[in-house]
């Protein structure tokens, strides 16, 4: 079956302990993001990666890091997580970065930084 | 950059009404929209789709029109149902650079009562 994978769904942790959120898609896609929901602001871009060791920053980058060491992975790195941070995650990948595809979602990381 | 508008922002109707939202965006050069449902718990899932060179596309209950003259889209799902209650999303798509960036409404909370 085709899909996105984060891991963890729900964490609880405190202001200043490194996370990192996992994310891994078995279609072979190339292109791969991450967004941030938050209520009445719709999802928001963190970052994208065109391929492998290809990424750069969407609308809202700051306080987060990402890598492509493989074509199926895309970890989002907080490296010192603040409570402006707290917010609904979700991974995404899509075939290309032609901007007429579908883009597959996975079902979400829920943080909480206290 | 593009910027997607969305409205209403909740939509309340009953069992077998119609419901309808609307986008519009800014950047003429986007070229495909997709509508999410989201549900609790669960990622965006992709229900329809439309690009540019179509005025309308239909999937059983659920259709889609696109303006590109006045720049504005609208889903329409016929004959509601229970479990048609979701958060629903639309979004714009067009070239950032060399890559195709989706650009997210602020969602529309749906509520279907029976």
């Known amino acids: 079956e085709a899909q996105v994978t984060q891991n963890p769904r729900y964490l609880i942790t405190v202001t200043g302990k490194k996370l990192t959120v996992t994310c891994s898609q078995n279609?072979?896609?190339?292109?791969m993001s991450w967004y941030r929901q938050d209520p009445g602001l719709g999802l928001r871009q963190i970052y994208y990666?065109?391929?492998?060791?290809?990424?750069d920053k969407g609308d809202v980058p700051e306080g987060y890091k990402v890598s492509r060491k493989e074509k199926r992975n895309f970890p989002l790195i907080l490296e010192s997580p603040s409570p402006n941070q707290t917010s609904l995650y979700f991974c995404?990948?899509?075939?290309?970065?032609?901007?007429?595809?579908?883009?597959?979602f996975g079902d979400g990381t829920r943080l909480s930084i206290l | 950059g593009e910027n997607v508008e969305q409205h209403p922002s909740t939509l309340s109707v009953q069992e077998g009404d119609s419901a309808v939202i609307k986008c519009t965006y800014s950047?003429?050069?986007?070229?495909?929209f997709p509508w999410y449902k989201q549900e609790l718990g669960k990622g965006p899932q992709l229900i329809i789709d439309?690009?540019?060179?179509?005025g309308e596309k239909k999937d059983q209950r659920i259709a889609v029109t696109l303006n590109k003259t006045a720049k504005h889209f609208s889903l329409h799902i016929t004959e509601t149902q229970p479990e048609d209650s979701a958060v629903y999303f639309c979004?714009?798509?067009?070239?950032?650079?060399?890559?195709?960036?989706?650009?997210f409404g602020q969602g529309t909370i749906l509520t279907v009562h029976p």
């Open positions: 995404a990948s899509r075939r290309d970065g032609a901007s007429n595809q579908p883009q597959h």
């Open positions: 279609m072979n896609h190339e292109y």
């Open positions: 950047d003429s050069a986007s070229n495909y």
């Open positions: 979004a714009a798509s067009g070239l950032d650079g060399s890559y195709g960036k989706l650009t």
């Open positions: 990666s065109m391929n492998v060791e290809v990424t």
């Open positions: 439309i690009r540019s060179n179509v």
